[in-house]
Structure formats: structure tokens, C-alpha cells
């Protein structure tokens, strides 16, 4: 979880460690989860005891629900535009990552922007109603 540009944050304990943009390091990171969360993140499978092996072998169940929503908050938030779904080194890089998640296209994500805008906007209008 990145916290701001030049921060990263445990997603354990919230520790906040500095980052180093564009140098793809991850050693203090896999350093802290070693000392820390040796329970959660065990380098004995894997003997470099990096970052992409522990989450290639995490016991949770791919949820494309779960992912969708990922997905379109990354999209927003990195403002990135909507084709990038459908771009086919980014769909290789996702079934990689996991061969269960669904392929969707640019028109299924402005249909999830939009129906996410349109609940966050019933909410906050009932939050209105009930101010005095």
C-alpha cells in the first residue's frame, strides 16, 4: 500500500518505510515482513524470499468481485484510461497473476465507475438529509 509518493505502508502493522521511486527496490519491505511477520511471510519456500513468491503463495480465494473493484479504483485513482483493460500485455500480466480472474472490457468499467459514482452519491445525499 503505497501512502504517498516517496511512502509505503505495512499492510500488517501500518509501519510507513520510505520508498524509492523507479528503483523497483523491495528489500526493506521483505526485510520487515521477515523480522516482523515471520508467520505470514515465510522465505523458507522460497529460497530469495521475495515479495511475488510469498503472494503466489497465499491461500486466499481469487474473488473477481473483489478484483473488479480493484481494478476500477487503480484505473481512477492512477487515471488511467478505461482501454487499458483491453490491452493485451496488461491481460497477459493479470493472468499471470491469477488464471481465474475475468476478462472485462473499457464498457463493463465505465458501467462500474458509473454505478459506484451513482451509490457514493446516494449515500452522501442521505448524509445531507440528515444534518440539521
Request: a positive charge; one cysteine or more.
Given at each position: 500500500y503505497v501512502?504517498?509518493?516517496s511512502r509505503v505502508k505495512c499492510n500488517y502493522c501500518k509501519?510507513?518505510?520510505?520508498?524509492?521511486?523507479?528503483?523497483g527496490s523491495t528489500s526493506n519491505m521483505s526485510?520487515?515482513?521477515?523480522?516482523?511477520h515471520s508467520g505470514k511471510f515465510n522465505s523458507e519456500k522460497d529460497p530469495s524470499g521475495s515479495l511475488i513468491s510469498y503472494?503466489?503463495?497465499?491461500?486466499?480465494?481469487?474473488?473477481n468481485k473483489k478484483f473488479r473493484k480493484l481494478l476500477l479504483k487503480?484505473?481512477?485513482?492512477?487515471?488511467?484510461p478505461f482501454l487499458e483493460v483491453e490491452n493485451s500485455d496488461f491481460r497477459d500480466l493479470i493472468f499471470y497473476l491469477n488464471?481465474?480472474?475475468e476478462t472485462i472490457g473499457a464498457d463493463t468499467i465505465r458501467r462500474d465507475l458509473l454505478v459506484t459514482y451513482n451509490d457514493?452519491?446516494?449515500?452522501?445525499?442521505?448524509?445531507?438529509?440528515?444534518?440539521?
Open positions: 501512502a504517498d509518493s509501519c510507513t518505510y520510505s520508498a524509492c521511486k523507479g528503483k526485510a520487515h515482513l521477515q523480522k516482523n503472494l503466489q503463495t497465499k491461500n486466499e480465494i481469487f474473488d487503480w484505473i481512477v485513482t492512477s487515471n488511467q488464471k481465474n480472474a457514493m452519491k446516494f449515500i452522501k445525499k442521505k448524509q445531507f438529509e440528515s444534518l440539521p
